[in-house]
């Protein structure tokens, strides 16, 4: 059974850290990329950070505040959120794909509030 979870958020206050994780299990995680996604209400779903190219941070507003790492031994992804500013605050989604298999996570709730 396919299974990819997402954990680690919550409600942290401007200016704080959290570290997303992403497991995986029922499918050879190695060989798949690995990519976080964040929506915001009323907004639409944005890409965050892929492991498509290490250490890449697709969005603007998160690059130098935000990393993403892979642990291939432990099946899990990473991001590391730092400097969270109340704009942060959205549900961050987990994704893997590879060819045309394609697996999302049920989302972990992330909210930056004073």
């Known amino acids: 059974q396919v299974q990819l979870v997402e954990s680690g958020g919550g409600l942290v206050q401007p200016g704080g850290s959290l570290r997303l994780s992403c497991s995986a299990s029922?499918?050879?995680?190695?060989?798949?990329?690995i990519t976080w996604y964040r929506q915001a209400p009323g907004k639409e779903r944005e890409l965050v950070a892929t492991t498509a190219t290490i250490g890449r941070i697709s969005a603007d507003s998160v690059k130098g505040r935000f990393t993403i790492s892979r642990d291939n031994s432990k099946n899990t992804v990473y991001l590391e959120m730092n400097n969270l500013k109340p704009e942060d605050t959205a549900v961050y989604y987990c994704?893997?794909?590879?060819?045309?298999?394609?697996?999302w996570g049920q989302g972990t709730q992330v909210t930056v509030s004073s």
């Open positions: 029922g499918f050879t995680f190695r060989s798949f990329v």
């Open positions: 994704h893997a794909r590879k060819g045309g298999s394609v697996y």
